[in-house]
């Protein structure tokens, strides 16, 4: 264990990036607000208002690993007081307003109720002020006839509604990867969603623009730079509706910054494969240093 932290404080040295989901701990059974940097948004304490009981990592369902999440239901409420993702240390979107304009995210999820039973969430970038969606948008819904998901984009000052994907299996998980490229003619934004990546039944729609950016210039005479992502509840859903787990939740902004969970109990210090490449890298780098060949900075 000594030897990784040391290989981990060389990384930083080096100015390095390790995985976040190195050393995450978080408690089966206990709500996920608050743990290991999940927050509400900046109003209200960062709480998350009316979140249906029974929210909370979970270790009896999941696609990876031991654990869950486990989200029933709650607030529609589009600013804070919903679920929002870690933050990074860098902003993504147009380059006139954010640090970065690039953004990668893939997150699993599966119904809780394989009948159907109308539960719906939204999938948004969340805003760095805590308070609003902005960014790409993603609508999910689990209809009697299978899992429905689709967005909104922005034409003629108005909501375009564009269907990505259809029918999927209700009793199996899906995965959703979403790439973005935020412009500063924000109508020209390039968004592309890929459902199932990978396997037969994948799915890849690139609508183009993100209503967002456009509707928050036109009607606010604002933009909102994104640093982590934000879920809602469907209005529309039903009070009995039973929800959703998530599960494999991951997004990188530029080169350099990035988040990663699969919400496990204890990883006890173990790095993923891809970090243990990087560790010894940084090793290779220290002991070039200490024979005095200066380490590569470009």
């Known amino acids: 264990m000594k030897e990784v932290m040391t290989l981990c404080l060389a990384v930083v040295a080096l100015g390095l ?3 976040t989901a190195m050393g995450e701990n978080f408690v089966v059974g206990e709500s996920l607000y608050l743990q290991n940097g999940w927050h509400g948004g900046d109003w209200d304490g960062d709480e998350w208002n009316k979140i ?4 909370m990592v979970t270790d009896t369902v999941s696609h990876t690993g031991s654990n869950s999440w486990y989200f029933p239901g709650g607030p529609t409420t589009q600013g804070a007081g919903t679920p929002f993702s870690p933050r990074l240390n860098k902003s993504v979107g147009a380059p006139s307003y954010a640090d970065t304009a690039t953004m990668d995210t893939t997150l699993w999820f599966k119904a809780a109720d394989p009948t159907g ?4 969430f939204s999938l948004y970038q969340g805003s760095i002020y805590g308070d609003d969606r902005t960014g790409f948008n993603v609508y999910v819904d689990a209809t ?3 899992i429905d998901i689709g967005t909104y984009r922005w034409a003629d000052n108005t909501f375009v509604w564009e269907n990505i994907a259809s029918g ?3 009793d199996a998980w899906h995965s959703i990867d979403i790439e973005s490229l935020f412009k500063d003619d924000f109508l020209n934004d390039e968004i592309t969603y890929t459902i199932d990546k990978g396997t ?8 183009g623009n993100t209503w967002t950016h456009p509707w928050f210039d036109e009607n606010r005479n604002d933009y909102f730079p994104g640093d982590g992502l934000k879920f809602a509840w469907s209005s529309a859903a039903p009070d009995a509706a039973l929800g959703f787990y998530f ?3 991951s997004y990188s902004i530029g080169s350099g910054e990035s988040y990663s969970t699969s919400f496990e109990s204890e990883t006890d210090g173990v790095p993923e494969p891809a970090t243990l490449t990087l560790l010894g890298l940084s090793s290779a780098a220290l002991l070039r240093r200490r024979r005095g060949t200066p380490a590569r900075t470009s």
């Not at 249906?52 to 929210?55: F, N, S, V």
Request: hydrophobic residues 30%.
């Open 17 to 19: 990036t390790v995985s």
């Open 52 to 55: 249906k009981d029974g929210e």
């Open 117 to 120: 039973d109308g539960s719906g």
């Open 144 to 146: 009697e006839g299978g």
């Open 168 to 170: 999927l299996a209700l």
């Open 200 to 207: 037969s039944s994948e799915v890849v729609s690139s609508v």
């Open 247 to 249: 599960d494999d939740i």
